[in-house]
């Protein structure tokens, strides 16, 4: 009700102002709106009273006031219906008023009966996906039954509650025996924001709150361990006259060398992200992540040879030093930390913060917008995706508190509680987990730096306010800091405990049930004080809507119960000002409450406890896990005013209790410290690696690649060895009717291509399969298919006319294919082109699957193989995607399994009858709920679905060969259609040239991709961008050009 307490003044004054006859409710306790209406119409003409007057004995009296705004409003809140409220209080005339009454009570009926409707809509949603939800869980729990009667019974002894992460058999972090001789190299990644090291603007907007200020407080916090080399903490650049220019910075020192444990310290990284002279909000980032991941990978790549080069001159091994966890934080940075994972092959871990999901059901609770409205407003199903996307690749997740576990990521996909603990018994058993994988959750409590608490108050001696305040009141308080005589101006009595509570003014504070406690409790009034620190505030009225709701409510009950003199409510306060209040409730042996209906973690909890406050706090939410460490208060149930009094006032009369409390939290505070939190978290960082996670990259870095002379960019040229046949016998390898055997595929695709800068490619050695001496790769990445998915040669032929001869200078040039189809269909729809595949350095086939190099004698990649494949199922989700791919009334043989086409990293179907089957993102919806993690794509104009591990993807195969050649991603020129299979827009953002050719494509397989209630392509592929560019036909000279400016 705290958000309607508007409406409810509204009424009173308005409906005051006539009858005072309130009108009558039957002791059915139904009422008509209509009749209610019709009421306040007679309102004005008087008949009101008339009509009250002769039902006098049929019914109780009712409030029309307490009506509209518990039953009607039923909690609703509106800034529409605040305009009219305003509107009303200036009117004076009463028939102005009774008729601006009227809309109001239309518009709260219309506003009622759409948020029913919502409410019906997202209820039978539920219901579908509750229902789907429990038959992959009974699907995954079918095909993992096959336990040991030990492991049963484990699994039943766990049931009721989540074990601890830290289990038995994990060695905890310790810095004599992990600190040695080790150089840890850490990411961390906070994208949105404004994040720096000193003077942070915490509530400057939304995007900048707690989370800046931990993720600054955990880098400093592990390059003080023993052990860390390195800490990097990367961010989004802004350079915009908004903001302050240290966000432009492109690198803070957070710590210095000589700071940190045994390291070169900590650092703010700062990488050009999306529009490169506006802040804009964490909603408007997401088509931007691309960008940031390629940046960061550039960093990273970067600093893991500097470190390398820092680690040999030691005496150490001169190998790259890669990060030993990246570690994500929100939904954006999760995201970008899952593809940096899995383009680095290093374990991922993941913070929430706040989740997509909870938000959604907040929102759709309210009622004042429909699902459709939310996602367009708060980009609110790409966020969940980012998040799902984070569960696939994380190998654990932080959480403060279990209930995050329970009520929080316990309702997405990629997340089953059940399923998790039985896949982590298998493992522990040494028994095949059949392909799935769950992320581990691992409470962890954030960090807090005590150093700021001082010795002197945390001696058993204080406590005791008299002895600051003397006789000479006025004397005494120019010593005290400002913020206690702000305080106690307030109080009749200052000497009395004080109660404190520390929120911001939100109805889900519950401030509302302390001060009815409060002031309904006459003995704890006579002994106590209370204190309310409820944010900073100028003027009431210009406060946001539910703020001032809440504070008005707090002057009506102070009023109500008569708490002056006893109840302090500042206007402001500063952050500095914050450990001075808990001070000075500790030395007047005050208490501290948080009696929030639902507290996520309860920090303030911490902090209080650190002064030696006692504390009451709500039964929901983290200070159940906070309180059951510390020892240090009593909890309550936040709706009981009752037993809030009651705890409050235990605590302030037993003062061998306060002691005890007081003595419990200074006890145990240090396990909430940051050197704890830091050896927890690497303790869990070092299982999970221990657990099977590859231990590094599949490859060490190549050397830089030499910048070449700008004078050969003028040299482009015919290359013999590019050169079409368009002579049908030029291509020997071709047989009389076109095709080519298997093993002439394999004896054409060992065949090595000789070009006439082979000489000068001895200067230099190779640094990975197929690179040569280039400024720039071209990637052919056109999906040129005919409605029966065979490859439209006449429209790729043009293609490659119009591209190859452009680059032909093979020293100078790269040039890749991408597609979706197998290696065997890729080199005959070249040479149906007439095409020597051996003039390619690199097939990119099977979606991303595979990726081939047909001018060495070894033309697999093996390490590419290897580095994708990690959480692939293999065999284990072959006939799962056949059943959860087909809709209903769908024919088996409308989707079968492409023996022909399918390769150990990708299962390939064939399909008929494209509407019969689900999109993209329901599969993998499906597959995740059943454990899978995998990556799903429809190609050749959706008549083939390829099934391949969770990390392979073209878009993931041009950045590893980026890698791998030493390549800057930027250099990379992709040359694609208007439409394509489904990871078509994936090929878009980033860092990367793209050029559309307008007509190229004429079937795509887009429409396969995502249902109409997901995700927009506009909140993965920026609006406008200067990296990707639509060219009609002439595309040699798009390519000239590219190479020019390179």
Not at 442 to 470: H, N
Not at 813 to 832: D, F, I, K, N, P
Not at 874 to 896: I, P, W, Y
Not at 907 to 935: E, P, T, W
Request: glycine content about 6%.
């Amino acid at each position: 009700m705290a958000g309607n307490e508007w409406i409810n003044g509204y009424l009173e004054a308005i409906l005051d102002a006539g009858t005072k006859q309130p009108l009558l409710l039957h002791r059915d306790r139904r009422f008509s709106f209509s009749a209610l209406i019709g009421e306040l119409h007679d309102k004005g003409s008087g008949r009101g009273a008339k009509a009250a007057a002769a039902a006098s004995g049929e019914g109780e009296r009712y409030s029309t006031t307490k009506y509209f705004v518990e039953e009607v409003v039923s909690r609703f809140h509106d800034t529409d219906l605040h305009k009219t409220w305003v509107k009303m209080v200036a009117t004076r005339n009463s028939q102005e008023r009774n008729s601006r009454l009227e809309n109001m009570c239309w518009r709260i009926w219309h506003l009622a009966r759409k948020k029913k409707q919502i409410e019906l809509e997202e209820a039978r949603r539920l219901a579908r996906k509750k229902r789907e939800w429990e038959q992959g869980s009974r699907d995954a729990a079918e095909d993992i039954s096959e336990l040991s009667e030990g492991e049963k019974a484990e699994l039943a002894g766990t049931a009721r509650s989540i074990p601890s992460r830290i289990n038995s058999d994990m060695k905890m972090w310790t810095e004599e025996e992990h600190g040695k001789s080790k150089h840890l190299y850490i990411v961390l990644i906070s994208l949105h924001g404004l994040v720096r090291g000193e003077n942070m603007e915490l509530g400057r907007d939304s995007d900048t709150g707690g989370q800046v200020k931990y993720v600054v407080e955990l880098a400093r916090a592990l390059a003080a361990t023993k052990g860390v080399y390195r800490v990097d903490l990367l961010t989004r650049q802004i350079s915009s006259p908004e903001v302050d220019s240290t966000y432009g910075e492109p690198v803070e020192m957070l710590t210095r060398a000589a700071d940190a444990a045994d390291g070169c310290g900590a650092y703010i990284i700062r990488l050009p992200c999306g529009p490169r002279d506006s802040y804009i909000p964490k909603e408007s980032l997401w088509p931007h992540v691309p960008e940031f991941v390629d940046r960061a990978l550039t960093h990273i790549t970067n600093v893991a040879r500097a470190l390398s080069e820092q680690v040999a001159e030691d005496g150490g091994a001169a190998k790259p030093i890669w990060p030993y966890v990246i570690h994500g934080h929100y939904a954006d940075a999760g995201e970008v930390a899952a593809r940096l994972a899995g383009a680095l092959n290093v374990p991922m871990v993941m913070t929430g913060h706040s989740l997509g999901r909870n938000k959604l059901e907040q929102l759709l609770k309210q009622g004042r917008l429909s699902r459709q409205d939310i996602n367009s407003t708060y980009r609110i199903m790409r966020r969940i995706e980012g998040e799902e996307t984070a569960l696939d690749a994380a190998e654990m997740v932080v959480t403060s508190t279990r209930q995050e576990i329970e009520e929080q990521w316990g309702s997405y996909d990629g997340f089953d509680l059940k399923l998790e603990r039985k896949l982590r018994v298998r493992r522990r058993r040494g028994v095949s987990c059949l392909g799935r994988h769950m992320p581990r959750m691992a409470v962890i409590p954030p960090g807090m730096d005590f150093s700021y608490v001082k010795t002197q108050d945390l001696v058993e001696g204080d406590g005791d306010i008299s002895s600051l305040i003397s006789s000479d009141r006025a004397q005494s308080r120019r010593d005290l800091p400002p913020i206690w005589s702000e305080i106690m101006r307030f109080f009749t009595n200052p000497h009395k405990p004080m109660i404190l509570a520390l929120s911001r003014p939100d109805p889900k504070k519950n401030v509302m049930t302390l001060l009815k406690a409060f002031g309904e409790c006459h003995r704890l009034r006579e002994l106590a004080n209370l204190t309310l620190i409820l944010g900073n505030r100028d003027d009431i009225e210009e406060m946001p809507g539910s703020s001032a709701a809440v504070l008005a409510m707090v002057l009506k009950s102070i009023d109500r119960y008569d708490l002056y003199g006893q109840v302090s409510y500042p206007k402001h306060h500063k952050q500095s000002d914050v450990p001075q209040i808990y001070r000075l409730a500790a030395e007047t042996k005050g208490v501290f409450i948080n009696p929030a209906l639902v507290e996520p973690f309860g920090l303030t909890l911490i902090e209080a406890a650190a002064y030696g406050l006692p504390v009451v706090a709500t039964t929901n939410g983290g200070p159940v896990d906070i309180l059951k460490v510390l020892n240090n208060g009593v909890l309550v149930d936040p709706h009981d005013q009752g037993a809030i009094s009651d705890a409050l006032l235990k605590l302030v009369t037993d003062k061998s209790l306060w002691l005890e409390c007081r003595r419990n939290g200074l006890k145990n505070i240090h396990c909430f410290s940051w050197p704890e939190h830091c050896r927890a978290y690497l303790s869990h960082v070092e299982n999970c690696r221990a657990l099977g996670h590859p231990s590094s990259p599949c490859f060490d870095l190549p050397p830089p690649a030499p910048e070449p002379m700008s004078d050969s960019l003028r040299e482009l040229g015919d290359d013999l060895s590019l050169r079409f046949s368009l002579d049908d016998g030029a291509t020997g390898a071709l047989s009389a009717n076109g095709e080519l055997a298997s093993a002439a595929i394999v004896d054409d695709i060992r065949r090595r291509h000789e070009t006439p800068h082979a000489s000068s490619a001895k200067d230099h050695a190779p640094a990975g399969p197929g690179r040569r001496h280039h400024v720039v790769v071209v990637v052919i990445a056109a999906d040129c298919y005919d409605e029966d998915g065979r490859p439209a040669v006449a429209d790729l032929r043009r293609l490659l006319q119009a591209a190859m001869p452009a680059v032909s200078d093979a020293g100078r040039a790269a040039y890749v294919v991408a597609t979706g189809s197998t290696v065997e269909e890729t080199m005959e729809a070249l040479r149906s082109c007439h095409v020597d595949p051996g003039a390619f350095d690199a097939l990119v086939c099977g979606s991303g699957s595979e990726l081939y190099y047909p001018s060495r004698d070894a033309p697999e990649d093996a390490d590419y193989g290897s580095h994708v494949e990690y959480r692939w199922p293999a065999e284990n989700v072959k006939t799962t995607v056949l059943q959860l791919a087909r809709l209903d009334g769908a024919k088996e043989e409308d989707l079968a399994v492409d023996e022909a086409a399918c390769r150990p990293r990708c299962h390939a179907y064939s399909v008929k009858a494209r509407d019969n089957f689900r999109k993209i993102d329901a599969i993998r919806q499906r597959l995740r709920m059943r454990g899978f993690r995998c990556n799903l794509v429809y190609a050749r104009a959706g008549t083939r679905l390829n099934v391949i591990p969770l990390f392979a993807s073209r878009a993931f195969a041009l950045r590893y060969l980026s890698m791998r050649w030493s390549i800057d991603l930027s250099k990379f020129l992709v040359i694609m259609g208007e439409k394509g299979d489904t990871d078509w827009e994936q090929l878009l953002p980033g860092i990367q040239k793209t050029v559309m050719v307008r007509g190229l494509v004429a079937r795509g397989s887009e429409r396969l991709l995502r249902d109409e209630d997901s995700y927009k392509k506009e909140d993965v592929v920026p609006s406008e961008s200067h990296t990707v560019s639509l060219c009609e036909s002439n595309v040699a000279s798009e390519i000239l050009c590219f190479i020019q400016q390179r």
